[in-house]
């Protein structure tokens, strides 16, 4: 069954705390990508992961960073949280140039 | 540079007619891929339908299809006998072939009418 994980699905942040956002998928995709959604702004693309140790960033990568140790596993960090980094942020997977599969979403609050 | 515009913010219909959904975008690559989602009301982002830029045949999964104008650069989403259950939103998105980053449309807002 191909699925694309997110955890967690709410998280409520203080500003200035660390925040880890994790994605996992079950189908040796390639590529992961995160992106974050606003109202009226659609779909943002924030990092992109080729593979293990290779992401370039999007088109709003400032104040993020990302991890990928592992295929199966893509990390969005946010190192001291800002208020407008509340968002809902949503991880991709896509096999080569193939349909992105979406996992859940994370809804992200930041006080 | 990739762009993908959707101009209607949101359209209602009757249930079972048919709706169109309007999506143009911008590209400098002749070979392309378009495709459309659907986001339910609980953000559940699900993949419908795509369109290759090099087959000229429109596609259609289930009632989906596309009506695919490349000379417009436009793929407009046809939903026919439209259900309750097709209430959503729906995005627009294009990728350019040998670039691994989804350009979307900011979203059309569905609403089918009982």
């Known amino acids: 069954d191909m699925k694309v994980t997110q955890m967690p699905r709410y998280l409520i942040k203080r500003m200035g705390e660390n925040v880890l956002l994790e994605c996992g998928q079950d189908m040796s995709h390639e590529t992961m990508y995160w992106y974050r959604q606003d109202p009226g702004l659609g779909l943002q693309l924030i990092y992109i992961?080729?593979?293990?140790?290779?992401?370039s960033e999007g088109d709003i990568p400032k104040g993020y960073r990302v991890s990928r140790k592992k295929r199966e596993h893509f990390s969005l960090i946010l190192d001291s949280a800002k208020t407008n980094q509340t968002s809902v942020y949503f991880c991709?997977?896509?096999?080569?140039?193939?349909?992105?599969?979406f996992g859940s979403g994370t809804r992200l609050t930041v006080l | 540079a990739q762009k993908v515009t959707q101009t209607q913010t949101s359209i209602s219909v009757m249930e079972k007619t048919t709706v169109t959904m309007d999506c143009v975008y911008e590209t400098q690559d002749s070979s392309y891929f378009l495709f459309w989602y659907k986001q339910t009301a609980s953000g559940e982002i699900v993949f419908l339908i795509r369109?290759?830029?090099?087959?000229?045949e429109n596609a259609t999964v289930g009632h989906y299809s596309l009506n695919f104008q490349k000379p417009k650069s436009s793929i407009g989403l046809i939903i026919t006998a439209t259900q309750i259950e097709d209430s959503a939103v729906y995005f627009c998105?294009?990728?350019?072939?040998?670039?691994?980053?989804?350009?979307f449309g900011a979203g059309t807002r569905l609403k089918v009418i009982a």
């Open positions: 998105a294009m990728r350019e072939t040998g670039n691994y980053k989804y350009v």
């Open positions: 991709a997977s896509s096999l080569s140039s193939q349909t992105l599969y």
């Open positions: 369109q290759d830029s090099y087959k000229k």
């Open positions: 992961s080729y593979d293990v140790d290779s992401n």
